[in-house]
C-alpha cells in the first residue's frame, strides 16, 4: 500500500514522492509567462557552454569563494556572473564576470546580494582578480 500526502497548495491527496498537477500546472505557467526568454536562450547556447568551460578552467575547476575566504578546495559545479545579465547584458560573456562556485555557496550568494549587492559584487571582484592573478 503505497504512502500518501496532502498537497501543501491545495490539499489534495497525492502519492508521497510525487508532484502534485497544481503545483505541476503553477511551475508551468510561470515558465511561460515569468521566467527571461532571453536568458534562458542563452544559457543553452553553444557560446554559453565555452565561457562556462574557460571560466572553469582558469578557475582549476574549484570553489573560489571557499578557497580565499576558508582555504578549502571544494570542486565547483556553477559559474557565476558576479554581475547578473538582467543588470548588464554585455557582460554575460566576460570572463572577469564570471566565478566558479559550488552550489551551496552560488546560494549564499545569492542570499548576500539581497542584503548588499553591490558591496558583494566588489568583494566578489576583487577576491576573483586576486585568485586569478596567483
Known amino acids: 500500500m503505497p504512502l500518501y500526502k496532502r498537497c501543501s497548495r491545495c490539499g489534495q491527496r497525492i502519492p508521497s514522492g510525487s508532484t502534485c498537477p497544481c503545483i505541476k500546472a503553477r511551475h508551468k505557467e510561470y515558465d511561460r509567462y515569468s521566467r527571461d526568454r532571453k536568458s534562458k536562450q542563452f544559457y543553452g547556447s553553444r557560446q554559453w557552454l565555452q565561457i562556462r568551460s574557460a571560466a572553469m578552467a582558469a578557475d582549476d ?23 547578473p545579465l538582467q543588470d548588464d547584458w554585455q557582460k554575460r560573456m566576460d570572463i572577469g564576470n564570471l566565478m566558479s562556485l559550488s552550489h551551496e555557496t552560488h546560494s549564499m550568494i545569492e542570499q548576500m546580494y539581497k542584503k548588499d549587492k553591490p558591496g558583494a559584487q566588489k568583494k566578489l571582484q576583487k577576491m576573483l582578480m586576486e585568485y586569478r592573478s596567483r
Do not use: N, R
Request: negative net charge; proline residues 4%.
Open 61 to 83: 575547476g574549484i570553489d573560489v569563494y571557499l578557497f580565499m575566504t576558508e582555504g578549502k578546495l571544494v570542486p565547483a559545479d556553477t559559474v557565476h556572473h558576479i554581475i
